[in-house]
């Protein structure tokens, strides 16, 4: 539960949120600048600026008219910034070790972090000397190790190729569902939001302008948010095989998707996917003798426009689809609500989250 | 090297050990704040602070002589404490440190600014408090400007003049640093004696500031990750 009602005067707004957080993974959503940051730092303590309340599960930590003001150190919060900001003099051991209280948890605690993060063969070695999605293993490692009541995490997987996007993401998840540490999650991509959130917010020029669930932020934030990307997260059980060489089958709801098949897509077994909006072709004709594995039937839902790009939303085997097309053929196609559409997704288009 | 010489060295190194000791945790405690601090009193407290880089020498030694001798403020409490310090070596290692004291607070200062704010706002959240990331963020990442500081302030301290004599004379044994000792030499037309004494000055000096200077040139080709 947290518990916000905080004022940060910026440079161009003041930062204005008034919410009461109740889901264990909130996203924070919205454009470049809109405050999301500050909204962390905020948090973290780490903005003496800021005035007004905040409390944690229940606990102040701040509340400028009652005088109350915690230290960052002592608000047990996790704060994994951006750019993960680890110390250049510590090797990655250090760096983790940083934050630990000397208890009896501790041996066990490092353990635990290192294990779930997998960055043991990394503990010698020095921040400069690791890429940049290894970094910020180890700074959500040094977080957790601190033992938070909440983590903040700031875009962590802005700047990560997609690839390792999807190598990161599964360990987000691991926090979230092991450890049962509550997040609050920073980012521009309203598919990893709903990936990983239970509850979203959207700020816009340091206001609050969402509260609610992910899905339906998922909508409102093309408004505020034209630089958004919004992967399309299918979470589904692989079906019974078939050949070595063939396709996975991927049961989502009642609707069967070809998928990039691996050792570890055994029948019965939970995955996450995600697809690109670029990997979603439309078409407005039934789509015969094409390549693409996955073809389904659907419907238009809504078109956004922004700049040169479209971002119609399709209803299409029991999901809502978001696909990333250029203005101009949005138009030729004659895309609106309403219109019957067809999808085509090649199976490879799927890249495996977990 | 005859003995005098020698025993003029040990107490030329003694003394300037001994000033830039005592001023090194002052000294980083204020380039600390000044590193974090902005605005119209830093200036202030700056220029106070490199007032004794720009002024003559014998005038600090002067200054120097007025608050301690036994009539003035600090000199009476002094006296009455049972404290000698006007011609002793303690005056000498007064006036070297002071003499010293800039010279170790700008490189030092300099390195402090150099670390990304957020790293110590991070230590912060990570736990610990303001004194505890000092210890465990700043100073090492520091560590390089500090050397480099030391050596600066020991360099200087080795070749201090002109607060020295005013305050400590020139007294063989006692208060006679090589600089002094060099000039008395000469003045008494051992020019010899004088130059070999001036041999040992720039090996010293040369010494120190080669490494000053390997260390801050390593220093700021040093990238952030």
């Known amino acids: 539960m947290i518990e916000l009602d905080l004022t940060l005067p910026l440079p161009r707004f003041h930062l204005r949120v008034a919410a009461s957080l109740t889901a264990n993974t909130v996203a924070v959503l919205g454009p470049s600048g809109s405050g999301k940051t500050s909204l962390l730092e905020t948090i973290a303590g780490l903005r003496p600026r800021a005035t007004g309340r905040i409390a944690l599960d229940g606990e102040v930590v701040m509340d400028t008219a009652a005088g109350v003001f915690l230290p960052p150190e002592k608000r047990r919060v996790g704060y994994v910034p951006q750019d993960s900001c680890l110390f250049p003099h510590l090797d990655v051991a250090g760096n983790v070790r940083f934050g630990m209280r000397a208890s009896n948890g501790e041996a066990a605690l490092f353990e635990e972090v290192v294990g779930i993060l997998e960055i043991a063969p990394l503990l010698a070695r020095f921040p400069s000397a690791i890429s940049g999605g290894e970094r910020q293993r180890v700074a959500l490692a040094r977080a957790i190790a601190t033992a938070p009541r909440l983590l903040l995490l700031d875009e962590p997987l802005a700047g990560v190729d997609p690839a390792l996007k999807g190598r990161i993401l599964p360990y987000l998840l691991r926090v979230r569902d092991r450890l049962q540490i509550p997040f609050l999650y920073v980012t521009h991509n309203a598919g990893e939001a709903r990936a990983v959130a239970h509850e979203a917010i959207v700020l816009r020029e340091g206001a609050l302008t969402f509260a609610g669930a992910p899905d339906e932020a998922l909508r409102s934030t093309s408004l505020v948010d034209p630089e958004a990307r919004f992967d399309n997260i299918l979470s589904g059980t692989f079906g019974a095989a078939r050949g070595v060489r063939e396709p996975a089958s991927l049961q989502v709801g009642q609707a069967l998707f070809a998928v990039p098949a691996d050792e570890s897509a055994r029948p019965g077994a939970t995955a996450v996917f995600s697809v690109a909006p670029d990997d979603v072709l439309v078409s407005t004709q039934p789509l015969e003798g094409i390549s693409a594995r996955n073809v389904h039937p659907g419907r238009i839902l809504s078109c956004d426009v922004s700049g040169a790009t479209a971002w119609p939303r399709i209803a299409a085997a029991g999901i809502e689809w978001t696909a990333r097309l250029t203005r101009a053929s949005a138009e030729e196609l004659g895309l609106k609500p309403g219109l019957d559409v067809w999808i085509a997704v090649k199976s490879h288009a799927f890249r495996r989250l977990r | 090297m005859s003995a005098d010489d020698f025993s003029i060295l040990l107490l030329t190194l003694r003394v300037a050990a001994i000033a830039t000791l005592v001023i090194l945790p002052f000294g980083i405690y204020a380039a600390w704040h000044l590193a974090r601090r902005g605005g119209a009193a830093r200036t202030l407290f700056e220029t106070l602070l490199s007032l004794p880089l720009v002024l003559p020498p014998t005038a600090v030694g002067l200054l120097l002589l007025e608050v301690l001798r036994t009539r003035g403020p600090l000199g009476r409490l002094l006296d009455r404490a049972g404290i000698e310090i006007l011609f002793t070596w303690k005056a000498v290692v007064l006036a070297t440190a002071v003499m010293s004291f800039p010279l170790l607070v700008r490189p030092v200062r300099t390195a402090f600014e150099e670390i990304d704010p957020r ?34 302030a020991f360099s200087r301290a080795l070749g201090e003049f002109g607060a020295t004599i005013m305050i400590a004379g020139s007294i063989p044994g006692r208060t006679q640093t090589m600089a002094l000792a060099i000039f008395q030499r000469t003045h008494i037309g051992q020019d010899d004696a004088a130059m070999r004494l001036v041999g040992v000055t720039v090996v010293l000096a040369f010494a120190a500031v080669w490494t000053t200077e390997i260390l801050t040139r390593r220093h700021t080709k040093r990238t952030g990750t």
């Open chain 2, 119 to 152: 790293l110590l706002a991070m230590g912060r959240s990570l736990g610990s408090g303001p004194a505890a990331v000092f210890r465990r963020v700043a100073l090492p990442l520091a560590w390089r400007g500090i050397l480099a500081g030391i050596l600066l």
